[in-house]
């Protein structure tokens, strides 16, 4: 087995969405499932392409209501190229008989090659070979080739290559009923060559230019534009046994790029001076040369390897040193489906500290990202009531609040309020974030500067957050990473009291900001504030039960699950909340998370910083409470998230080595296997990702 490679032999249908998210190619700028050429969105194939950052807003109806909701935008598919033989019909999914059919991603190189021997309805066979590349040097181009043997005909064959900007946002069945049509069509053209389309998204109005450069010794060429649509077919003279090949290249820019007149002025120029699909594949092979001696990982199982490998590249995909120049944040899965609309959450927590110490230009990137939207969130915390700012939990263009109000629980058909936008943690995972960057370059100008800005302007966040009662610190209303609880049973208001991952944050953060003061000064900093925040240190408050901590105030007097008869039931019950919902019930009255929560704490900070804080805030606490706190939510989780299985797998090796390995196990199967319940094809679960890589480097 070569770690380098991940290769599918055959075609099963059921399983194309999860090929096509884990071949996406991408550099960062832009990325493109790795779906068939020929293919169309139709159930099984969905080509989907994403420019990181390009967002776009429609209003739909849901349950009677007027709803708007922010998507990454899918733009024009760049792919499309097939052929048909005289007299045939053109090659798309079901029109011929599959008699080979491989499919190869090669990571080191950044590649995806198919290879298929088909024979059509007279018989025909042909021999297809595609591959292609988008391109880690220069990251507006892209290129495909593809190489046909007619094996056993003669006679004419026709290419056919487009730019199809009739697609539209459909890549997620849940959010089917949601409008999704974002692309507006301007204009097409055909000459010389080269194809070009220009579209724009409906409400925010980036213009998206796409140019494409097909070559064919010998073909004559046809061009066709309609509505959203451009394309040119091309016909040889082919003898059994010929070889032909057809080039496509591709170059993609929106009205957002720097240094361009207009889009697709940059487009046409951009594919007119293009190299051939050769010289764009040396240099894009020298630039994933350079990215992997700095970031590469390694384990000693080959298998294990390979999926790392596989982890990294899409890592990489996602969040490149392109990025440096762009202005967009982490989707949470990636820039390959549309799952969660290409939000950023807080998963940027599991990819940092894996980023910033191998590159840094990348973390700094992201939080720059952040650091932009400071004006939304400040004035989101004034308008509710708070001071400094409240960062959003669902984060798109402008930084503004994008969790969906509604969420839909397609075991109930239900649609439900959703509250996950009380997770006001998410301000830690940035102020995290800061602090690893730092410690990664231990940068001052950075903590002088935005970093520190960041952190700051979250400290106060948390500090008017917090109220005193009793001589300690609370927080009440919010929502720890434990997405099953978002409230107590018996109150009409959502929310819970004294998360302890918050809480224990908060104190941690506290101590970071007055760490910054110490190193760069308190230019801007009142002495009362100094005051709270060292006090905050001191006196959060953190809710003990049985010896060990409570997810929150008041979990102790939940009642507990008989997780037995659950499973026995249902099998697979990490989507307890839609199982309990669909049941007339909710995952709020029992001790049951979705996901690692008052683990997360350990996860962070470690056994010694966890007891540093703990012991700081005037609590007792020791390796026996730990372990028990450890124990205590294993048994009470469910792991509905991808996050869950990483977390676990580093804490227990850690405190109880003997139960990490299944956890491991899952987290490196996560998206590899599709473990949860088909979520891979709607894009990858990019924390997890790096989550994992991030174990292996610790372990090996
Ligand atoms: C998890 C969150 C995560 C989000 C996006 C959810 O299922 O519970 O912690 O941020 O997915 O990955």
């Known amino acids: 087995m070569n770690p380098w490679l991940l290769t599918y032999d055959g075609f099963d249908p059921a399983r194309e969405g999860v090929r096509e998210a884990l071949t996406t190619l991408g550099n960062g700028y832009f990325a493109t499932r790795g779906a068939a050429p020929e293919s169309q969105a139709d159930g099984v194939h969905y080509p989907g392409t994403y420019v990181a950052g390009c967002y776009d807003r429609l209003v739909s109806q849901v349950a009677g209501h007027p709803v708007e909701n922010e998507d990454l935008v899918n733009v024009p598919n760049w792919l499309f190229l097939t052929f048909r033989a005289e007299g045939g019909d053109w090659f798309a999914p079901g029109t011929a008989e599959i008699l080979t059919y491989r499919h190869t991603l090669d990571m080191r190189q950044g590649t995806l090659t198919r290879f298929l021997r088909i024979r059509d309805p007279q018989g025909r066979v042909t021999r297809v070979e595609q591959h292609r590349l988008v391109s880690m040097d220069d990251p507006h181009l892209a290129a495909l080739t593809m190489t046909i043997v007619p094996e056993n005909w003669d006679g004419a064959l026709e290419i056919r290559s487009a730019l199809d900007g009739r697609v539209t946002n459909a890549g997620v069945a849940r959010y089917r009923e949601l409008e999704g049509r974002h692309l507006v069509p301007i204009c097409g053209h055909a000459a010389h060559g080269v194809i070009e389309l220009l579209t724009r998204t409906a409400t925010s109005r980036v213009e998206i230019a796409l140019a494409a450069r097909t070559t064919l010794a010998g073909g004559r060429c046809r061009a ?44 046409r120029s951009a594919v007119v001076r293009a190299g051939g699909f050769a010289t764009l594949l040396k240099r894009h092979i020298r630039a994933w040369d350079r990215l992997w001696r700095r970031a590469h990982v390694t384990a000693q199982d080959t298998e294990v390897q390979q999926i790392l490998n596989l982890y990294v590249f899409h890592l990489l995909q996602t969040a490149s040193p392109h990025i440096a120049e762009l202005d967009t944040g982490l989707p949470a899965r990636g820039l390959h489906g549309e799952a969660y609309r290409g939000h950023v959450f807080w998963d940027d927590l599991f990819v940092i500290p894996f980023l910033a110490p191998r590159l840094p230009e990348i973390t700094r990137a992201l939080l720059r990202y952040r650091w932009r939207r400071l004006p939304e969130a400040r004035w989101a915390a004034r308008a509710a009531g708070y001071a400094g700012a409240m960062f959003p939990w669902q984060s798109g263009s402008d930084g503004r609040e994008e969790t969906p109000r509604l969420h839909f629980n397609p075991r109930s058909g239900r649609w439900l309020p959703d509250r996950s936008h009380l997770q006001r943690h998410v301000g830690l995972a940035v102020a995290f974030n800061v602090w690893q960057h730092y410690q990664a370059t231990k940068d001052t100008a950075f903590l002088a500067g935005f970093g520190g800005e960041l952190l700051l302007e979250v400290a106060r966040f948390f500090a008017s957050l917090a109220t005193c009662e009793k001589g300690r610190y609370a927080i009440r209303g919010v929502m720890g990473p434990d997405e099953y609880h978002d409230g107590y049973p018996d109150h009409a208001e959502p929310g819970l009291d004294n998360n302890a991952y918050t809480n224990v944050m908060t104190a941690w953060l506290m101590r970071r900001v007055l760490d910054m003061i110490g190193l760069v000064g308190a230019e801007g900093v009142g002495e009362q504030e100094i005051e709270l925040f060292t006090a905050m240190t001191r006196r959060m408050r953190v809710d003990f039960h049985e010896g060990v901590i409570s997810q929150f105030e008041g979990y102790a007097g939940l009642e507990e699950l008989d997780w037995a008869a659950y499973r026995k039931k249902y099998g697979d019950i990490r989507r307890l909340d839609r199982i309990l919902e669909a049941e007339g019930d909710t995952p709020n009255r029992y001790k049951a998370s979705k996901q690692a929560d008052v683990l997360m704490l350990f996860h962070l900070l470690g056994e010694e910083g966890l007891d540093e804080i703990l012991t700081g805030l005037g609590y007792e606490w020791n390796a026996t409470m730990a372990k028990d706190t450890v124990d205590y939510y294993l048994a009470r989780t469910c792991h509905g998230s991808t996050l869950s299985a990483v977390v676990h797998a580093g804490v227990l090796a850690r405190l109880r080595p003997g139960a990490s390995h299944p956890f491991l196990v899952e987290a490196l199967n996560n998206d590899v296997r599709d473990l949860q319940a088909g979520t891979t094809s709607e894009g990858i679960h990019l924390g997890a990702m790096a989550g994992v890589a991030g174990l292996f480097e610790a372990k090996t």
């Open 224 to 267: 066709d534009v309609e509505e959203g649509w451009v394309g040119d077919d091309r016909t040889v003279e082919v003898k059994a046994g010929d070889e032909v090949t057809v080039e496509k290249i591709v170059a993609l820019y929106t009205s957002r790029d720097r240094a361009i007149s207009e889009s697709e002025a940059a487009a």
